[in-house]
């Protein structure tokens, strides 16, 4: 009774387990849409107890489902390597073609070769488990499997380049490929053996061209722009950029706060000068960079129906980059880059630069870069963000490496660093510096409503981050300061943007112009040139940085850079002397299509968004119409809005009609 009963049980069981799986997608049951590792995990138990539970209801001879031409040790693992190959460049060139229509544009380009050689090490390892089973058991583990696990798989690696494919969809689609393909191979496998033979050298010649070719495409253009260089100037002073990403000034000890953030940037703070009051010209990656390269608003670096926001849109060549200023005056440059998103060379910030380190090779990103094995680490290890991630000590050991081959020209150096931006992730011993708990997601979900608890913890590891960051730019410039480097160098640190914690309701940055997200920290520092230990308490725009590094330098600036020199807060000749007070314009530019995926509640939500900054007082300008003024000198944090009060009304409506005038005067004339 219990025999006749087990099939059936057997049937029953993996049918429903199959339904389940695939429930998420076809019934909406919930789950993993797509198919999870899980569902698919599901999917296989299911589809194995179901086909032994059939093999015995119905006396089937299994043995027939596997039958064919034994195979070979050699040619198991031939077949291996050709199919590894092929599957992995497919991959590569599927990668391109995305990039080529224009369907990405930001991509680590270390894929294109690790794909190839990862698929090829994957293939092999599985030729190895099958090649003792095909031994011990050939009848079962004939050609015929071998070679429908293996085409199976090769189908399946370029299928997920696909992402709109739902996972199932996908494997049934290699599954079909793989039983025709296989049975191909059971009835002419001389033939399958001849063509693999013939085709496994040429396929890993490809693969090793490719291999070739970028390491070309990587070096070959650096080694011209460096023979290109003119000389410069005798004793040309160096230039060092420092920007910490979405590190805002209202979190640093440096400007008063209650936590000892920065205590070595309060320590270098007395080597030059610092601007207690510093703003961004836009609260995100992408435009604020490209300000402080070209000393341009970002409704100038974008045209109408750019959209930036998009993450398809890269900085254009309208305008020249202070690295490409600075290299046609003989100066040597280099960017290093911890944040490879929105500072990526794809969006245009290289420009200029001999050196661009932006992505990088790991051995994590390797032994994911085959479309099989990123789906199981996805599932097995949460936190994705720190593959391509740098550390403040990896960028400053690139900085320090490259540096130390171009002793003979002044340089330009940018250092981008990512470890302060979401996921707040401080390495030992700075992870639990401030707080007892770490935050049970680092990152921080736009559409999410945060309690005054997560917000904590979330700020507890914010301000972890900038403790590390602190230390490793003390390390580095106590490097410098050991090699002689500093005395003759211009030392900039300063910031993108801010970041939100909760102030007007908000999280993240990019979503409004309010003070948290636009004041960033400024030291400059000089020996011998910029006063040591200055600060500043004035209002100043990080618009004006090209315009500075030209002027320290001692550069002619020809109207490359509009702005004005810092310099005219410590230089009394360099002062303006008319009277009127400056206009400090911040936006954020939506040129184009507003991008889907940003959150109702934010304010950028109702549209582009404009900001000034004089006399005082911040206006800001929202996308319906609405307006906002604070107090910039008794309201740091920006709690009382003064638009709807008559005694302001004047000044309501003047900085109205100077964000309508398209922020052509830098001075305004305050009644």
């Known amino acids: ?188 496998p001389d033939k399958l053996h001849t063509l ?73 703070a007395k080597t030059g000068v610092c601007f207690e009051r510093a703003l961004s010209t836009s609260p995100w990656t992408l435009p604020s960079h490209a300000t402080m390269f070209t000393g341009r608003f970002t409704h100038q670096l974008f045209g109408d129906g750019q959209t930036p926001l998009d993450a398809k849109t890269p900085l254009g060549n309208k305008y020249k980059t202070l690295a490409e200023y600075l290299s046609e005056n003989g100066y040597v440059t280099g960017g290093f880059i911890g944040n490879v998103g929105y500072c990526g060379s794809s969006y245009g910030l290289n420009r200029g630069f001999t050196r661009y380190e932006d992505h990088v090779s790991s051995f994590e990103l390797f032994s994911r870069s085959s479309g099989l094995t990123a789906k199981m680490f996805k599932y097995f290890k949460n936190n994705q963000n720190t593959i391509a991630r740098k550390s403040a000590a990896d960028i400053n050991q690139s900085f320090l ?108 940055h990019v979503n409004s112009l309010y003070r948290q997200l636009l004041q960033v920290p400024l030291l400059i520092s000089f020996p011998n040139s910029i006063p040591a230990g200055k600060r500043f308490n004035n209002a100043v725009s990080l618009r004006d940085l090209p315009a500075t590094i030209i002027d320290l330098v001692n550069l002619e600036n020809p109207n490359q850079f509009p702005g004005s020199s810092l310099a005219r807060y410590w230089r009394p000749e360099k002062k303006t002397a008319n009277g009127n007070v400056p206009v400090l314009f911040s936006e954020i530019f939506i040129g184009g299509e507003e991008p889907d995926w940003i959150p109702e509640s934010w304010p950028v939500a109702k549209g582009e968004m404009k900001s000034v900054v004089a006399g005082g007082y911040h206006y800001i300008q929202h996308g319906d119409g609405n307006e906002e003024l604070f107090d910039f000198d008794n309201d740091p944090e920006e709690e009382r809005d003064l638009a709807n009060s008559k005694e302001y009304a004047g000044m309501l409506k003047q900085m109205g009609l100077s964000v309508a005038a398209g922020i052509v005067q830098n001075y305004l004339k305050i009644d």
């Open 1 to 188: 009774m219990m025999r006749k009963l087990l099939p059936i049980l057997l049937i029953s069981f993996g049918a429903a387990v199959i339904v389940i799986a695939f429930g998420a997608d076809l019934l909406k049951l919930g789950g993993d849409p797509g198919m999870g590792t899980k569902q698919i995990l599901l999917a296989v138990v299911g589809l194995l107890s179901l086909i032994i539970g059939l093999i015995q209801r119905y006396n089937l001879d299994w043995h027939k489902l596997f039958a064919g031409p034994s195979v070979s040790s050699a040619q198991l693992l031939r077949m291996g390597i050709c199919l590894g190959l092929l599957a992995g460049l497919l991959e590569s060139v599927l990668l391109l073609s995305r990039i080529g229509l224009g369907i990405i544009i930001n991509l680590n380009l270390h894929l294109l070769w690790m794909k190839p050689l990862a698929n090829l090490i994957l293939f092999i390892m599985i030729g190895l488990i099958l090649l003792p089973l095909s031994r011990r058991w050939p009848e079962i583990f004939s050609l015929r499997f071998a070679g429908f696990v293996l085409i199976f798989l090769a189908g399946l690696a370029p299928l997920t380049q696909f992402p709109q494919l739902y996972t199932w969809a996908k494997v049934l689609l290699a599954a079909g490929l793989a039983v025709q393909a296989s049975r191909f191979m059971t009835a002419k």
């Open 196 to 268: 693999i033979r013939g085709t496994t050298p040429w396929v890993a010649g490809l693969a090793v061209l490719v291999c070739v070719s970028f390491y070309a495409w990587k070096t070959l253009p650096e080694r011209q722009a460096l023979s290109e260089l003119p000389p410069a100037k005798p004793d040309s002073p160096n230039v060092l950029l420092l920007v910490l990403d979405a590190v805002r000034a209202q979190s640093l000890s440096l400007y008063g706060y209650h936590r000892q953030t920065t205590p070595r940037l309060e320590e270098f």
């Open 401 to 508: 490496n490259w540096r130390s081959g171009h002793k003979d020209r002044p340089f330009f150096a940018f250092l981008n660093y990512f470890d302060a931006h979401d996921p707040y992730i401080a390495p030992q011993p700075f992870e639990l510096k401030f707080g007892t708990q770490k935050p049970k997601l680092p990152t921080i979900v736009h559409d999410r409503k945060y309690k005054a608890r997560e917000i904590r913890q979330l700020l507890d590891a914010y301000d972890s981050c900038i403790a590390y960051l602190d230390n490793e730019i003390g390390l580095l410039l106590d490097e410098l300061k050991e090699q002689d480097v500093l005395k003759n160098t211009v030392v900039i640190v300063t910031s993108d943007h801010g970041e939100q914690f909760g102030e007007h309701g908000l999280m993240y």
